[in-house]
């Protein structure tokens, strides 16, 4: 896969502290492992229609302390298989945060996610460390990922990563 520098797509706004039950019902992460299952119920619980709204590439974009709940891996899965390329956020819990990218997905820490609004165009620049909100002419700066992380996401994810390499490849 080749190296992860801009994408671009539409936001969909969610506020602070959307947990792992919220992301994905435990009615769902409990009776199935079929990613498109679950991705086809990804944030149903906040809004019912949200996978019908989401084209590929768009963006989550949310406050402080998103993925809180749960440790389980379903909720970053149903998020990566539903097509969402990233989610933003002003924080993630922990354990979210590193299943995100042990599965692939792109997780992006912007203080600055309160000025984006639903429906936004936004563009991420990994190598400038931005986003830039197309809809609104505003840039924001983000936290930027050690280049290990976006070497593991750039494999697709940890086993991946590690089936390429025979390990964390560190350059």
Do not use: W
Request: aromatic share 8%.
């Amino acid at each position: 896969m080749p190296p992860i520098e801009k994408l671009i797509g539409n936001a969909h706004k969610f506020g602070d502290d959307i947990n792992t039950d919220l992301i994905i019902s435990g009615r769902y992460k409990f009776k199935t492992i079929n990613e498109e299952e679950l991705a086809r119920h990804v944030m149903e619980d906040i809004d019912p229609e949200f996978y019908k709204k989401i084209k590929k590439g768009d963006f989550i974009v949310a406050g402080k302390n998103f993925g809180c709940g749960s440790s389980r891996e379903q909720a970053p899965i149903a998020i990566k298989y539903a097509g969402i390329s990233a989610v933003i956020a002003k924080s993630f819990a922990r354990i979210f945060f590193r299943n995100a990218i042990n599965i692939g997905l792109l997780v992006i820490e912007c203080e600055h996610t309160d000025k984006i609004d639903d429906n936004d165009l936004i563009e991420i620049d990994l190598r400038n460390g931005s986003i830039f909100d197309r809809t609104k002419n505003l840039t924001f700066r983000i936290r930027r990922l050690p280049k290990v992380m976006l070497h593991i996401l750039e494999d697709g994810g940890l086993v991946e990563h590690f089936r390429k390499h025979g390990g964390f490849k560190l350059e």
